[in-house]
């Protein structure tokens, strides 16, 4: 359902307990007019960052990443986009100065593929991977995680293998980025359980992501990791084919009893919103 075209206006309402999870492909914008646009949204620290990027791709997905934040933002207050301010916070993850409402945000790239997921209050971290792209699933794992997770990872078949290495990648780098300490935790403190009952339609290419989400899922701490799992809520999605999403919240009561509604948006920045029923 199409929600906005240019509609500068035009608002959307984000109530407690609601995560709107954004998305953009960056290959679908190549109109010059509306690049120029977003050049424009640009503060100049932005556009230095943005222009040192060696390789042509990488600049068009940064220049999309800033002008996609800054035009999804102001549906939610009365800040053009052009006027939102960041800073780092006190664990040096992006955050609005002062900010209209308490929104919190948090955002992530990789090829073909932008998100934002958007909260109020409570810490948020996202992740999206290519799942396409060639690695070491194994090594990676035995390097990188827990030993709960390796021993299910290599309990699988080579196909399942990959799959599941990106399930526990994208919620292992969400859960790190809605701390925003990155790698100053060790990914082999913290251990994810997916529950495999729950139906698997991670490549049925005709179940949008709304559709297409694993929610049960458990999360546990080494002995020496000061970290309670009650306070957390994961989710994985799968938009298409390719692309794997992670999203971890924490609140500060019992998560658990917290029921969460969850929104899905497709933006293409300054020109068109859709909602994904």
């Not at 593929?113 to 090594?139: M, Q």
């Not at 309670?228 to 809520?233: I, S, V, Y």
Request: glycine share 2%; net charge positive.
């Amino acid at each position: 359902m199409t929600l906005f075209h240019n509609a500068k206006n035009s608002k959307i309402s984000l109530k407690k307990n609601e995560i709107h999870l954004w998305q953009v492909n960056p290959f679908k914008i190549t109109q010059a007019t509306l690049l120029n646009n977003y050049k424009d949204l640009l503060t100049d620290d932005e556009t230095k960052k943005q222009q040192r990027y060696k390789f042509t791709p990488d600049r068009h997905d940064a220049l999309i990443t800033r002008a996609f934040v800054r035009d999804l933002l102001s549906y939610y207050a009365d800040i053009a986009p052009k006027d939102w301010r960041f800073d780092k916070g006190e664990k040096d993850k992006p955050e609005i100065v002062n900010p209209p409402l308490p929104l919190r945000f948090n955002l992530s790239h990789t090829k073909g593929l932008i998100i934002c997921a958007v909260t109020l209050t409570d810490d948020i971290g996202c992740d999206v991977e290519n799942t396409t792209r060639s690695n070491d699933v194994l090594a990676i794992a035995n390097r990188y995680f827990s030993a709960i997770e390796t021993k299910e990872l290599f309990s699988l078949s080579k196909e399942q293998q990959r799959h599941r290495f990106f399930d526990y990648w994208t919620l292992k780098e969400s859960y790190i980025k809605a701390w925003g300490l990155g790698l100053a935790i060790p990914l082999k403190d913290f251990s994810f359980i997916i529950d495999n009952t729950e139906p698997d339609k991670a490549h049925d290419p005709f179940i949008s992501i709304n559709e297409n989400i694993k929610s049960n899922i458990q999360l546990s701490f080494a002995a020496h990791r000061n970290d309670d799992q009650k306070l957390w809520r994961s989710w994985l999605f799968y938009p298409n084919n390719e692309h794997r999403i992670a999203l971890s919240i924490r609140a500060s009561q019992n998560n658990q009893e917290i029921d969460y509604k969850l929104r899905f948006f497709e933006s293409i920045p300054l020109s068109k919103v859709t909602e994904i029923k």
